[in-house]
């Protein structure tokens, strides 16, 4: 069951060279002993014997444990967005792909990460997963209006050339949180659904379906009404009142 609460945080971050290198130390120690070892062999001696850290100094920037991994996670994350999803936005890369094959490999490259993850720490990863999802990670930080006008919104203009930059935004905006919310539900209550062939191509149909409704919708919100629609404008009462009067008058003269 995933957590409410976010994961713990570092208590403070490393400014200097030394302390900087010191943590570095301290996740590489981590990450050690849960890829040699297993979670259940992580604990604080362990960690101090291999990261070469003492318990005061790893207790300055780390609460507990659980941060300990938290912050490894994160910087995996990054890692994995600077192997894989930098590369896959890249506008040359971009130029080659379909918005279809664009969400395809996206859900691939966050399922395949949410794995490795899973691996290294999995009741870790079970309480809080959805904290850690590279393609919303990336998201943010990039902005995600420019993320998604610099790397959606191209492709999907290539698919309806018709439709304005703004009106394909928006769709986009929309395809991508309905695809998000489905695939967090999963991650947080079905977490093996994610790793289903069947469940990604539900996803990317899902998001295509959103964009094409979407864009329908706001088509039919700003049509021409048809000559059919356009029906004379109706005389007021007053008007009516006044031609009433003038039908009095002819009929007494």
Known sequence: MPNQHPPPKPRKAPKQSRSQHMVSAILDACLRILTDYGEEALTLTLLEKISGAGKGSIYQYFPNLEAIVAALYQRECHRMIDQDLLRLTAVDERCNNSLESLLETMITLSVKAHDRLRRLHSSFHERYSTYFDIGKMYGEDYGVIKFVEDIFVPLAHKEYPEATLESLR??????????????FTALAFYPNKIYEPHFSRYLVKTGLWILNESLMYKEEDTAIPSACDQRA?????????????????????
């Open 233 to 253: 404008p109706q005389p007021s009462k007053r008007e009516n009142d006044n031609r009433k009067s003038e039908n009095s008058v002819r009929g007494l003269t």
């Open 170 to 183: 928006d769709a986009t905006v929309f395809a991508l949180h309905g695809m998000q919310s489905q695939y």
